[in-house]
């Protein structure tokens, strides 16, 4: 592998085989059902023939290129529990060199405004295009998947399927996803959490705030009205949805190109539909904030609220500093709208990369 240009180390090698393996039987199981179309995934005629049609059969040796000599599979295609102790790494952070904070265990989980849900018949997430990877969490027994609580729940299944359970978490979440990381913290206090940075809070009277006086009743009565433009737009070719994309956010000072990309889902009616449903379960249940929560995690958490913000007012800032004088509670000076993702997420991903460094170095 190194004679052809790839540096990987054999930890990294066993991650790729392991996600490779559970492609395949996926996808096997997959088309075992009858009835169903015919599915593939990335190397399906390779993985095929190494695996003699049986994602748990476990070939006789594999060549480790590192170490120069044989080795049983195991290491990469076996489902042993060892795969899930290992050090979770960012790759792209070793292929460039740069310094990793204290204690490499730390993992960071990101929960943003609104996930890009697939389709609302599937019943569970579905692999990325082209079959590459794996799943997120095998979701299919959640129940209300695309509502606010099961998304939360998704949220504890990835960490709990995915995760160590001596690993040390950094959670990061914006808007609602403030909301379900206090939701995550409370119901699963064994978390290792370090801490929590919560951007933009909606964690209380969601529906009493400014945008949600307005947004409300349509969220929640009118929201199927949408559904019919949104579907004759979703015709339109791409290089024109594209157009009008940019000319909606052509008063931003500089566009993010991946708020563009990421725009083009909402000519989507399955999107739209998961989105506006999962809004209007946000302003029906995100009503009192969860003080309780809150006083018991004080001292893991970080708010940061936005001075013109009309999902979360300054007032709601005031109060919750009031009752909170010895939290971390931090008001934006920088003019940061709540859609920071739009024209501002390098300078916040820079901020926040500040705070976190400072944090674990004082750890």
């Not at 995550?184 to 009493?208: D, G, H, N, Y």
């Not at 993702?341 to 926040?352: G, N």
Request: a negative charge.
């Amino acid at each position: 592998m190194k004679d052809r240009g790839h540096n990987r180390d054999p930890k990294q090698c066993r991650v790729k085989l392991k996600e490779l393996r559970q492609a395949y039987q996926k996808t096997r199981e997959a088309n075992s059902r009858s009835g169903s179309e015919p599915q593939t995934c990335r190397f399906y005629d390779e993985l095929h023939a190494i695996l003699g049609g049986s994602a748990t059969t476990t070939p006789a040796v594999l060549f480790d290129s590192f170490n120069g000599d044989g080795g049983n599979t195991e290491a990469g295609f076996g489902d042993e529990e060892d795969d899930d102790e290992e050090e979770v790494v960012d790759s792209s952070q070793q292929a460039s060199g740069e310094t990793s904070f204290p204690d490499s265990q730390e993992l960071f989980l990101t929960l943003d405004l609104e996930p890009v849900p697939p389709e609302p018949t599937q019943g569970c997430l579905l692999d990325p295009a082209g079959g590459e990877g794996t799943s997120d969490t095998d979701i299919k027994e959640l129940e209300d998947v695309f509502g606010l609580h099961g998304q939360i729940e998704h949220k504890l299944d990835f960490l709990r399927k995915n995760v160590p359970k001596d690993m040390k978490l950094v959670l990061i979440g914006h808007s609602i996803g403030c909301y379900i990381t206090l939701e995550m913290m409370k119901r699963a206090s064994e978390l290792q959490v370090l801490r929590s940075v919560l951007l933009f809070p909606t964690i209380e009277r969601m529906a009493q705030s400014p945008q949600g006086k307005l947004l409300t009743p349509v969220l929640c009565k009118l929201r199927y009205i949408l559904y019919m433009p949104v579907y004759l737009l979703s015709f339109l070719p791409e290089r024109v949805k594209t157009s009008m994309v940019r000319f909606v956010l052509r008063g931003l000072k500089c566009p993010d190109e991946a708020s563009i990309v990421t725009s083009l889902n909402l000519f989507s009616v399955d999107c739209v539909a998961n989105v506006l449903y999962m809004a209007s379960q946000e302003m029906m249940k995100v009503v009192e904030r969860d003080s309780t929560t809150i006083k018991q995690n004080l001292k893991k958490l970080i708010f940061y609220y936005g001075v013109a913000d009309n999902w979360c007012p300054q007032q709601y800032f005031e109060e919750i500093k009031m009752d909170f004088p010895d939290g971390d509670i931090r008001l934006c000076e920088k003019g940061i709208r709540h859609a920071f993702v739009l024209d501002a997420s390098r300078e916040m991903a820079a901020m926040i990369t500040d705070w976190v460094q400072d944090i674990l170095t004082r750890l």
